[in-house]
């Protein structure tokens, strides 16, 4: 059973719903309606109050009103359907509600915006319910995700270890199948109403598959590209539709990459949504799509920006491996260069690292079975104790003789060579240099190494 039910898709469903507050700007459709509200408690208030719309996770200010005798009124009643952000400042104390046709009242605390009242409007009747089913349902995502954390380690007993993991797959699937079954529910019951075609644009179907699951029309749905929906969608595909590995994820991040008209602000916020996304797990997907970005829309200052706050990243896929030198066990220098010609297994790792010493014995078996085939392994330890780093070789049964570190933790020079910040890490190198392959584990390494190494 895979683990990936409590880690990326637990972390990525977290994302999706959480519902932070989000905006739609519609050109050419223009639905009348106003909003107005009366502050309680409110000695101190702020002078104005801000209507923001989001371009993915950026809140744009869009129109303010004054706060005068406790109340405040937008005087522009024109506004596209959509969610919208009205807040005191653009990071805090604010609430998401839907805006457009219906005129809309407001009551609320200066100091918690977010409990606002609003009377008569349809439209956040069904907003709020929806809003509250899915933070219900990341409640117990959230759990699941903790019990999992929780499980002793499966090597004291697998039998048990995987029994308990498979019993919250169970609780997993189902809550994730309560989903598919309400977002078709709310789509079929409020057809009209922007909530329910926000449901009809993230339903999954009995008969929805990778192939289907986006479709042509989904590019050119303006209301549904101004807020957090997009990035919920493309959560959901990898989610659902998306084996878990590195290889696996890049082809499905150019897959829907490529997917919206090239120029359009449907592409635009596709990269940033993969971005987003993949910054949270794996930043060098995450890079990759920020660089396509800027490639893509030169002129965009958001893009220059978001490619700017990435730190160096590590080494890609098709890259050159950035040689390593370091002392062996024996304190001479020993260099990856020196592996030329061979296929090497970079595994950065450490006595102290308990997922590190687990996984061990999966390098151990993929090394026996393919050393006489030109495969071999470079371990860079980040421990600080040289008596520990050597007892865990033994211990571990590490028999490849290419064991180096300088001591130094997280400031090995090979670490920072490598922009590792999380260890297992690992970066498989092809006998021309390159690299192949990054944070293969267990099966897909020995698959990966049956791949380049049978076929000689």
């Known amino acids: 059973m895979h683990l990936r039910y409590f880690t990326f898709p637990i972390f990525k469903i977290a994302a999706a719903f959480a519902l932070s507050g989000a905006a739609l700007f519609i050109p050419g459709l223009s639905l009348a309606g106003s909003l107005k509200g009366t502050l309680t408690e409110s000695a101190g208030a702020p002078a104005f109050i801000y209507l923001y719309t989001h371009f993915g996770n950026e809140l744009i200010k869009t129109d303010s009103a004054a706060i005068k005798n406790s109340a405040f009124e937008f005087k522009n009643k024109t506004w596209p359907r959509g969610l919208y952000t009205l807040a005191f400042t653009p990071d805090a104390n604010q609430i998401t509600l839907v805006l457009g046709e219906e005129d809309i009242e407001l009551s609320s605390r200066v100091s918690d915006l977010s409990a606002a009242h609003i009377s008569g409007s349809r439209e956040n009747d069904a907003w709020n319910a929806y809003k509250q089913f899915k933070l219900n349902m990341n409640v117990k995502l959230q ?17 048990a270890f995987d029994a308990s993991m498979n019993r919250l797959k169970g609780k997993f699937d189902s809550t994730l199948r309560s989903l598919d079954v309400f977002n078709l529910s709310y789509a079929g019951d409020h057809p009209k109403l922007f909530v329910g075609k926000m449901a009809q644009f993230l339903a999954i179907h009995p008969e929805t598959n990778r192939k289907n699951y986006w479709k042509k029309e989904d590019f050119n749905n303006d209301e549904m590209l101004r807020g957090s929906m997009y990035a919920d969608k493309v959560s959901t595909f990898f989610q659902k539709f998306v084996s878990e590995n590195l290889d696996e994820y890049m082809k499905a991040s150019e897959e829907l990459a490529n997917m919206p008209p090239e120029k359009t602000q449907s592409r635009e916020l596709m990269l940033i949504s993969l971005i987003d ?8 997907v995450a890079y990759k799509m920020a660089k396509r970005y800027a490639a893509e829309f030169p002129k965009s200052a958001r893009a220059k920006n978001l490619l700017a706050s990435f730190p160096p990243p590590s080494p890609e896929l098709g890259e050159s491996a950035p040689d390593i030198t370091l002392n062996d066990r024996e304190g001479k220098s020993f260099s990856l260069s020196a592996l030329k010609g061979q296929v090497v297994l970079i595994d950065f790792w450490a006595s102290w690292c308990g997922p590190c010493r687990m996984e061990n014995p999966n390098v151990v078996r993929a090394y026996d079975k393919y050393k006489s085939k030109g495969f071999t392994v470079l371990s860079v330890s980040l421990d600080n104790n040289r008596d520990k780093w050597l007892a865990a070789i033994e211990k571990d049964g590490l028999k490849w003789p290419n064991h180096i570190s300088d001591l130094k ?21 092809g006998k021309d240099g390159k690299i192949i392959g990054k944070n293969l584990r267990g099966a897909e390494l020995e698959m990966k190494l049956s791949q380049v190494l049978d076929a000689n």
Request: net charge positive.
């Open 277 to 284: 996304l993949f910054k949270q797990f794996e930043s060098g």
């Open 143 to 159: 759990e699941f995700q903790g019990q999992a954390q929780r499980l002793p380690a499966r090597d004291k007993d697998p039998a």
């Open 409 to 429: 933790g997280w400031q090995s020079a090979g670490a920072q060579q490598y922009k590792v910040n999380s260890i297992p890490a690992t970066f498989l190198v």
